[in-house]
């Protein structure tokens, strides 16, 4: 069973930082390349950073550009965001995702296939 398992989130006040770990099991983690997702409640859910499976390409999205930094650690099965200089808008629930891509990268959340639960990210101004 593939289990993707997020930790890290919590309640950080504006200009702070949060790092989120991403722990998967059950799949060949070399293999997938793994996505940072957040959703804003009543919003559509947004493609935040993407790491590819051997860790040297990566992928932002403008907004967190220059703050956010994603990287894995192959030996270990984890992947993790790194966020400085959090802002309010940054508010949202976090998920990592796998997507079986061995080379290349890719950002559309339609093509992950394992998804982990998520976790709280609150940015108070």
């Known amino acids: 069973e593939v289990r993707l398992v997020e930790s890290g989130g919590g309640l950080v006040q504006a200009g702070e930082s949060l790092r989120l770990s991403c722990a998967a099991s059950?799949?060949?983690?070399?293999?997938?390349?793994i996505g940072w997702f957040r959703q804003i409640s009543g919003e559509d859910r947004e493609g935040v950073a993407f790491?590819?499976?051997?860790?040297?390409?990566?992928h932002y999205i403008d907004s967190v550009k220059g703050r956010f930094a994603v990287s894995r650690d192959n030996t270990k099965n984890l992947v993790y965001l790194q966020m400085n200089n959090l802002k309010p808008e940054d508010t949202a629930i976090y998920y990592c995702?796998?997507?079986?891509?061995?080379?290349?990268?890719?950002?559309?959340?339609?093509?992950?296939?394992?998804w982990g639960r998520g976790t709280q990210v609150t940015v108070s101004s």
């Open positions: 059950g799949l060949t983690f070399t293999d997938y390349q």
């Open positions: 995702a796998a997507y079986f891509l061995p080379t290349g990268l890719a950002t559309q959340d339609r093509l992950y296939e394992y």
């Open positions: 790491i590819d499976a051997s860790g040297g390409n990566t």
